[in-house]
């Protein structure tokens, strides 16, 4: 079964824009890890979430341990209000198959 993350990001006032362009310039990079199956960036008035779904543990540790990951979040750590949060999440199915998990 995959591994879901969520990971929610808070940019200190006025940097909103600098954080998107730091997340979007290495999301491509992100995608052709090693069991990426999903790493999508959404926005709300508040910040930023990150939608990430891996293949294995190994590929989240190995994710998290890469440079491309390192070099955003170095490039980012004075942008945000917080750390960014991370939550790992398992799947409660329920109701309709492909509806009710990511």
Known sequence: MSITIVATVSPKPGRADAVR???TAAIPKVH???GCELYALHEDGYGFVMIERWA????VKAHGA???FNQLTESVKDDLTEPIGVRLLQSVPAGDEAKGAL
């Open 66 to 68: 890469g440079e491309t």
């Open 21 to 23: 362009e730091a997340f």
């Open 32 to 34: 052709e890890e090693p």
């Open 56 to 59: 294995t543990q190994d590929d």
